[in-house]
């Protein structure tokens, strides 16, 4: 078997395979493409395993090709869509595509010397000049409308199945735009392997057709699963239907983190294989250790940590790691004032704030303060209760009637934060 194929296979990727593909991978070293439509200035990680495949096929030793669809991007891939998207003009698209390029460079070796660095392309540099007439005449002769409307991705929009819409002839003609790049490539690149989510299967074979037919070649198709998380939901958007952004200051690496460390232990366990390069030995150990002590979350750990590192950084995730430690009380009171306003902010994002004059906080007694100024707590005799009981937490340290605030309890030298219990938090600002 190829290594590349096994690899996929291990780690509970591979979908569909054409015939002849493990074949040509071993015969030589060989070039793929995987396209990303610009439809915002940042991927998110709905692309990340689209990104991983090309990673790992450099990695074994072959040439990956990340192609920018500013051409298509125009139109919109109708897979996997009950309704036809909003269509972009060609300044935005062209920005979208400057800021994928910059992205994907991050996690590609485009750069090195060898045969097989990666390279980046854009359709619309060969789609500008094709006329439709050239292309009625030239590529839409070699494939037939039978053949594209026996396409699941058509077939269902057609059918109206799961509240489609139907669709414009716009988005009919997107599967032979994609083919006519895979021609192109395969003609002026020597690209003969397209690969991406199993969704794009219809798309791809259609471009394998058009060589077959138009360039008397052989081309080959590879897919992907479509990651969904184990309780069927989709995977990769918040609670409230959100993105996690690749680009930091869209999705902060904190909540990035955040977001690998909550996954479930069944998730985790599908996920450890499908978005780090662990090897399957460290894989299996790691599933067997957190199977016997669950309580400690090593797999989601471990997870948070490959992902995080492979898209922000190593710096990153050790901001991200301290403030995941203060957020669940794992931290000092000085890690906690040496937080920078922005981290601090993404840490306690929602907890509800107060503004006081700076000198009022610094003159003011810790009842008052925690009473009537702030509001945190309703009255004096409920806050005189409450730090008598030792209930009341500043800056995650405990604290009595007689405290006194100072210059140096100020987060970033404005903030306060205040804590009754595990989970009642609130923030004071001094402004």
């Known amino acids: 078997m190829n290594a590349f194929i096994e ?20 015969k030589e070293m060989t070039t793929a493409y995987i396209g990303f439509d610009p439809t915002a200035d940042s991927l998110h990680i709905g692309s990340l395993i689209q990104i991983k495949i090309l990673a790992h096929f450099q990695r074994h030793g072959h040439k990956p090709v990340a192609l920018v669809g500013g051409a298509t991007g125009m139109i919109g891939d109708p897979s996997g869509k009950s309704a036809e998207r909003n269509l972009l003009d060609e300044k935005t698209l062209l920005y979208y595509e400057e800021c994928l390029k910059k992205q994907l460079s991050n996690f590609l070796d485009f750069e090195n010397d060898a045969a097989n660095k990666a390279e980046l392309v854009n359709n619309y540099d060969w789609m500008k000049e094709v006329t439709f007439l050239d292309f009625a005449k030239n590529i839409g002769k070699h494939i037939s409308v039978n053949y594209m409307m026996a396409k699941d991705s058509v077939k269902k929009r057609f059918s109206g199945e799961d509240g489609a819409e139907g669709m414009s002839f716009t988005e009919f003609t997107y599967q032979l735009l994609q083919g006519y790049d895979f021609l192109h490539l395969y003609q002026h690149k020597g690209i003969k ?33 479509l990651i969904t998380k184990a309780d069927g939901s989709k995977f990769g958007k918040s609670e409230s239907g959100e993105n996690y952004w690749l680009d930091a ?20 366990e599908r996920f450890i294989h499908y978005y780090t390069f662990l090897e399957k030995e460290t894989i299996e150990l790691l599933i067997q250790e957190h199977k016997i002590t669950p309580h400690e979350r090593k797999l989601q750990k471990k997870l948070a940590e490959e992902v995080t590192v492979w898209v922000h950084g190593r710096q990153e995730y050790e901001k991200a790691l301290k403030a995941s430690e203060i957020l669940f009380g794992r931290s000092t009171a000085e890690d906690l004032v040496n937080l920078d306003e922005e981290l601090f902010l993404q840490i306690f994002d929602g907890v509800p704030q107060r503004e006081i004059n700076k000198s009022e906080i610094l003159e003011s007694n810790i009842i008052d303060l925690i009473s009537e100024k702030s509001g945190f707590l309703k009255s004096k005799g409920e806050a005189k209760r409450e730090l008598s009981g030792n209930a009341i937490a500043l800056n995650k340290e405990k604290v009595d009637d007689s405290f006194k605030i100072t210059e140096k309890d100020l987060i970033d030298g404005q903030f306060i934060l205040l804590q009754k219990g595990k989970k009642n938090y609130f923030i004071i600002k001094a402004i």
Do not use: C, V
């Open 7 to 26: 690899e996929l296979k291990w780690r509970g990727l591979l979908a569909d395979i054409m015939p002849g593909t493990e074949e040509q991978l071993n």
């Open 193 to 225: 392997l397209q690969m991406g989510g199993s969704d794009q299967w219809g798309n791809i074979t259609t471009g394998t057709e058009l060589i077959r037919k138009k360039a008397r070649g052989e081309a080959f198709a590879l897919t992907t699963k």
């Open 249 to 268: 200051k869209k999705t902060s690496p904190y909540k990035f983190y955040q977001f690998w460390l909550n996954a479930t232990d069944e998730d985790a």
